[in-house]
């Protein structure tokens, strides 16, 4: 096609690109984009720290309890930590609009904080986590909601009496 048929073509078609960010624009599905984190599902593992190749997710000491930290503008979007993740606490949204200001680099993070609590039955302070469920046989829901207050002391007593059936 020559160059006026070409033209021609273009300006009947219209444009071929989307008017973002003037305009709405498309997102593939299971595109992969900012991570989520759901504090009260998580065990505290650290498995997605030590998996995450970019160093982008940071577990540390709060005075409340254990910090959580993913860095969007360090991440690389690879999914490797909501892959690995034994509960779903991490979830790959499919939000990919992060352009952002360099002065709101230091905003660019999901936080969530897993909370400290007194342990039902030693009165102990420990992190509000979520029972771990990779037990054999898998805990019941009434079981996770009994491990659920207690300290990890508490819960592994708890689990070396607990009736197999
Ligand atoms: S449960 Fe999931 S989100 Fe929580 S520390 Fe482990 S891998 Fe990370
Ligand atoms: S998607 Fe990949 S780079 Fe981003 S936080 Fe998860 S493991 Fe790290």
Redo the contacts with the bound molecule.
């Keep these: 096609m020559n160059v006026l048929g070409l033209f021609w073509r273009n300006l009947v078609n219209g444009p071929a690109t989307d008017p973002y960010p003037f305009g709405p624009t498309v997102t593939q599905k299971r595109f992969r984009g900012r991570i989520e984190?759901d504090a009260p599902s998580?065990?505290?593992?650290?498995?997605?720290e030590r998996v995450c190749p970019s160093g982008a997710i940071k577990f540390s000491k709060d005075p409340g309890g254990l910090a959580f930290d993913c860095w969007h503008a360090t991440c690389v979007f690879c999914g490797t930590?909501e892959f690995?993740?034994?509960?779903g606490?991490?979830h790959q949204t499919d939000d990919w609009s992060l352009a952002h200001l360099q002065e709101d680099k230091y905003r660019m993070v999901e936080h969530g904080l897993i909370p400290n609590m007194t342990c039902s039955e030693c009165g102990a302070t420990a992190l509000d986590t979520a029972p771990m469920r990779n037990t054999r046989p898998p805990l019941t829901d009434e079981e996770v909601a009994t491990l659920r207050p207690m300290c990890p002391k508490c819960r592994a007593k708890f689990m070396k009496n607990r009736k197999k059936p």
């Excluded at 998580?42 to 997605?48: A, D, I, Q, T």
């Excluded at 690995?84 to 509960?87: D, F, G, K, Q, S």
């Design positions: 984190f998580c065990e505290g593992c650290k498995l997605c930590c690995y993740c034994p509960t606490s991490i």
